[in-house]
């Protein structure tokens, strides 16, 4: 069955510092991924996503992720983190008619 | 604006009475879907419609209904709440032709039952 795993429940980093989200997926033929950021008391927003072609997708806010078949693993990155990145950031892979998140990585964000 | 519309945003209620949360879009997307939210469990799928009167199971519809008679609306039907109930609800709808997957929510629906 298809899955998508981020292994960070909470990741704090400090304002200006690199970032990087982990998500692993699990699917048998090529994949549609996708990162969406929630943010407090809102509905999902839709970053980035990865259908074919180039394995480094860019995407809004400064966010990029890079697609490695090999490793099964969608990772999202940012090179420089502002304080409103700080936010729940979600991984999903499409299967049909149903998009499958992953259970999500909070961000925090030190001044 | 482009925009899927929720409501009610917040509603608290009591086992067994119903209730309906409603899900509007405007965008003429063919696809709808709803999902919870619960912490540390992410979002699930509840039900998903490709199209006019077409509805599917997603990975949680139990004690859920949903009906799609307009494309623009795809309304969530609790016909009997129970507490395990008590989350948060988001809409989501997409047009198959920008690409599976690339969903608009809504702003979510806090429903607790009491």
């Known amino acids: 069955a298809q899955s998508v795993t981020q292994p960070d429940i909470h990741i704090t980093v400090s304002e200006g510092a690199s970032l990087e989200l982990r998500c692993n997926y699990s699917?048998?033929?090529?994949?549609?991924l996708f990162w969406y950021v929630q943010s407090p008391g809102q509905g999902l927003q839709l970053l980035l996503k990865?259908?074919?072609?180039?394995?480094l997708v860019q995407g809004i806010k400064g966010f990029e992720a890079e697609f490695k078949r090999s490793q099964s693993s969608f990772n999202l990155r940012k090179p420089s983190v502002h304080w409103s990145d700080a936010a729940e950031y979600f991984c999903?892979?499409?299967?049909?008619?149903?998009?499958?998140f992953g259970k999500g990585t909070k961000l925090s964000v030190k001044p | 604006e482009a925009q899927v519309t929720q409501n009610p945003r917040y509603l608290i209620t009591v086992t067994g009475k119903k209730l309906t949360v409603t899900c509007s879009q405007n965008?003429?997307?063919?696809?709808m879907s709803w999902y919870r939210q619960d912490p540390g469990l992410g979002l699930r799928q509840i039900y998903y419609?490709?199209?006019?009167?077409?509805?599917d199971k997603g990975d949680v519809p139990e004690g859920y209904k949903v009906s799609r008679k307009e494309k623009r609306n795809f309304p969530l039907i609790l016909e009997s709440p129970s507490p395990n109930q008590t989350s948060l609800y988001f809409c989501?709808?997409?047009?198959?032709?920008?690409?599976?997957?690339?969903?608009?929510f809504g702003e979510g629906s806090r429903l607790t039952v009491l």
């Open positions: 699917y048998g033929a090529t994949p549609y």
């Open positions: 990865y259908f074919s072609g180039d394995t």
């Open positions: 999903a892979v499409s299967s049909g008619g149903n998009l499958i």
């Open positions: 989501a709808s997409s047009s198959w032709r920008s690409g599976a997957g690339e969903l608009f």
């Open positions: 965008m003429n997307h063919e696809y």
């Open positions: 419609s490709m199209n006019v009167e077409v509805t």
